[in-house]
């Protein structure tokens, strides 16, 4: 079997377009079209390397399930989506913080994931106004043509009394302007808005020059993490996502995690990958080895 009939074997199974090989190849599209057609004139030996190294890589990912993260019903996550529950039914303002690593960005998810009539946005350190406006758009169905105040007010016509609730994730990452954005739509549409990110979340919202001082005083309920998670928390987290391990060696890998549950999963996932690659049941060694590997909190 030819090179090009490898690679139109693997998009057929797997429903890969050219453009995504392109992507994943970092080759152009135009390159991709031609090289399978016995037409392309550039560097053939370069080109395919590229795509070479791309079927490796992902049929190498089919090879291995991967570990599915199962949200586990620990007090944090209750408490969690508690928060969420209520702001929601109440359409308040919520605000939720703590350190990287506690469980705040799986919570969101599950719960959004379960109501779809929230709109769940993960803040980027370049989310602009424009851009936060734009992706609540796209997400409830408003167009996003027009100039930015049309946009504005399109969103506010389709919240307006709906009920619904916008969760920000990684809200420390906006500016003063987007958080007084979304004050208003909260204030306007009567939307639930949840707020979660870092503990300099807090901070920032009042602004610098205290400008965001309206937000900070609505805000109706807040949940600030603990720095750590409980060990109990912890072992249960490792019992529904591998309930294949002796109670010993849970216990050998939350005390490795050190009250974070990002760092358990990620021993977690390492560990259960390392176990599938070499037909061995995880073990002590293998935990210690992705410890080892792991930076330390």
């Not at 970092?26 to 395919?48: C, F, M, P, R």
Request: net charge neutral; proline share 3%; aromatic share 4%.
């Amino acid at each position: 079997m030819t090179l090009q009939d490898r690679l139109r074997q693997f998009m057929q199974n797997n429903q890969v377009s050219q453009g995504q090989v392109s992507k994943g190849a970092d080759v152009s599209h135009t390159a991709i079209s031609q090289w399978l057609q016995n037409k392309y004139v550039g560097n053939v030996d370069n080109l395919e390397h590229k795509i070479v190294a791309y079927l490796e890589r992902e049929l190498g990912k089919q090879t291995i399930d991967a570990l599915e993260r199962v949200l586990a019903n620990t007090a944090t996550t209750k408490r969690i989506l508690n928060l969420l529950s209520s702001v929601h039914l109440a359409c308040e303002d919520g605000l939720l913080y703590g350190n990287a690593g506690m469980g705040k960005t799986t919570a969101l998810r599950y719960y959004a994931a379960q109501h779809p009539d929230v709109v769940l946005i993960e803040a980027m350190p370049t989310y602009t106004p424009a851009v936060v406006l734009k992706t609540i758009a796209k997400k409830i169905g408003v167009s996003v043509s027009g100039s930015l105040n049309d946009m504005n007010e399109a969103i506010l016509a389709k919240l307006n009394d709906s009920g619904r609730m916008i969760i920000v994730d990684e809200a420390e990452n906006l500016s003063t302007k987007s958080l007084e954005i979304l004050r208003r739509l909260h204030d306007i549409a009567g939307v639930g808005l949840v707020l979660a990110g870092m503990p300099r979340l807090l901070s920032n919202l009042m602004g610098r020059h205290g400008e965001l001082a309206q937000l900070h005083s609505r805000i109706g309920q807040t949940l600030d993490l603990p720095d750590r998670v409980a060990d109990e928390e912890l072992a249960e987290i490792g019992r529904v996502t591998l309930p294949q391990v002796s109670d010993t060696l849970l216990k050998n890998m939350v005390k490795r995690a050190n009250g974070s549950p990002r760092r358990l999963w990620k021993i977690m996932y390492h560990c259960d990958r390392w176990s599938k690659q070499h037909s061995e049941p995880i073990n002590a060694d293998m935990v210690q080895a992705i410890d080892d590997m792991l930076l330390k909190n």
